[in-house]
Nanobody
Framework: QVQLVESGGGLVQAGGSLRLSCAASGRTFSINAMGWFRQAPGKEREFVAA????????YYANSVKGRFTISRDNAKNTVNLEMNSLKPEDTAVYYCAAALSSLQGLIATMTSDYWGQGTQVTVSS
């Protein structure tokens, strides 16, 4: 099993920035791709960003491309999401995800094997 714990959410004004972090523990050697998803009230969970095991390849939802940056530190078993130029429509609970599959597999299925508990991000206008 893999446990994921997110941190870094909060309230920010539109145009501001936030950095989310996710720490993995347990059978971390089994983790391949990692990513972030989000769910706004009354909406389905949606993909935000993902990163390959090596960290060399990334993939973003069109809605966040150019504003968000995903990165990972395999030595520390962490994945981060740097969010800039935040908009009110970015308001959601953000979930860290860890997949046993490759980045291509995560993108193809738009789901994951392990999930964090979520952290709230609220962007005020």
């Amino acid at each position: 099993q893999v446990q994921l714990v997110e941190s870094g959410g909060g309230l920010v004004q539109a145009g501001g920035s936030l950095r989310l972090s996710c720490a993995a523990s347990g059978r971390t050697f089994s983790i391949n791709a990692m990513g972030w998803f989000r769910q706004a009230p009354g909406k389905e969970r949606e993909f935000v960003a993902a990163i390959s095991r090596s960290g060399l390849r990334t993939y973003y939802a069109n809605s966040v491309k150019g504003r968000f940056t995903i990165s990972r530190d395999n030595a520390k078993n962490t994945v981060n999401l740097e969010m800039n130029s935040l908009k009110p429509e970015d308001t959601a609970v953000y979930y860290c995800a860890a997949a046993l599959s490759s980045l291509q597999g995560l993108i193809a299925t738009m789901t994951s094997d392990y999930w964090g508990q979520g952290t709230q991000v609220t962007v005020s206008s």
